[in-house]
């Protein structure tokens, strides 16, 4: 089992229920976000259901890489080592390109992109050091192909992501004698503070719970990339793939 697992972005929906679903399973976690009253409530609460594990809790900004590599670091001291991160930190902030609100597209490619980068530059270094361990990126369904209006800068910057992670899984295929997976996961529509409010995304969406349980499925399988929900997210992303951009437009 990968016991030690460390989350970025854990004091929210995604991040906070996937904690949740790892600890029930003996997960020690150590849990990092800006808002630490929101780790120290999960951290609570995660310790009254399972007094057995390990929770520690860390103050991170991930646009700030020095203590990206920092927080790492001291994680991997605290827990013994890291033997899975999951890259979930992430920003939905957006306007139509052209629009004028280059200050929110720019937020958004900086912490899911560029701050991305240094998450995994991070986790990678400690795991090639174990020569072993397992990286998660989360992407999302929207990276499938380029998307319109608000989400059009968000959407980029999760395909970034998502070939981010096909590189290194690239360098892993070279690299012999290892214990090192990378895994992206491609949500659709689930219940968090991200999409709330969003009026056309609700038919297709899911609770928290329900989205973070099938997360979590595919991170244990370990596998390469996974739309989740399965369904119907892995059929709808190749359909994404494919249809013509007038057709997908009226799909997002
Ligand atoms: N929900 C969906 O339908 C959906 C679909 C596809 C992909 N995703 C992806 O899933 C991930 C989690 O999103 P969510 O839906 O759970 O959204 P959310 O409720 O808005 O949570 C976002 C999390 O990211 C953290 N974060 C944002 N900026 C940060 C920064 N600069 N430094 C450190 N942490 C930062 C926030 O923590 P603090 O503010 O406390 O720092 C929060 O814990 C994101 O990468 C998102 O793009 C979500």
């Known amino acids: 089992m990968r016991t030690n697992v460390l989350i970025t972005g854990a004091s929210s929906c995604l991040g906070a229920g996937m904690a949740r679903i790892f600890a029930g399973n003996g997960h020690s976690l150590a849990l990092a976000a800006r808002r630490t009253d929101r780790l120290e409530a999960l951290k609570a609460e995660i310790l009254a259901a399972n007094p057995e594990v390990d929770v520690r809790t860390y103050a991170l900004d991930v646009t700030d890489h020095g203590q990206v590599f920092e927080v790492f670091a001291a994680a991997a001291r605290d827990l013994g080592g890291l033997d899975r991160v999951v890259v979930n930190a992430g920003l939905g902030k957006g306007g139509r390109i052209g629009s004028g609100r280059f200050e929110a597209n720019l937020e958004t490619a900086l912490t899911n992109v560029v701050a991305a980068l240094a998450q995994c530059e991070a986790a990678m270094e400690h795991f090639y050091e174990r020569n072993a361990g397992h990286l998660v990126v ?56 991200m999409n709330e409010g969003v009026e056309q995304e609700i038919r297709l969406m899911v609770d928290t719970e329900t989205g973070c349980k099938a997360m979590v499925k595919a991170i244990d399988r370990e596998v390469a990339e996974a739309a989740v929900p399965p369904w119907p997210w892995a059929p709808l992303s190749q359909v994404m793939k494919h249809a013509p951009l007038s057709v997908l437009r009226r799909m997002v």
Request: aromatic residues 6%; positive net charge; without cysteine.
């Open 138 to 193: 989360i992407s999302s369904v929207s990276a499938m192909r380029g998307m319109p209006g608000a989400i059009s800068a968000y959407a980029a910057t999760k395909a970034g992501v998502a070939h981010l992670a096909e590189g290194i899984r690239s360098d892993l295929l070279k690299r012999k004698g290892h214990d090192i997976k990378a895994t992206t996961l491609f949500p659709g529509y689930i219940a968090s503070e």
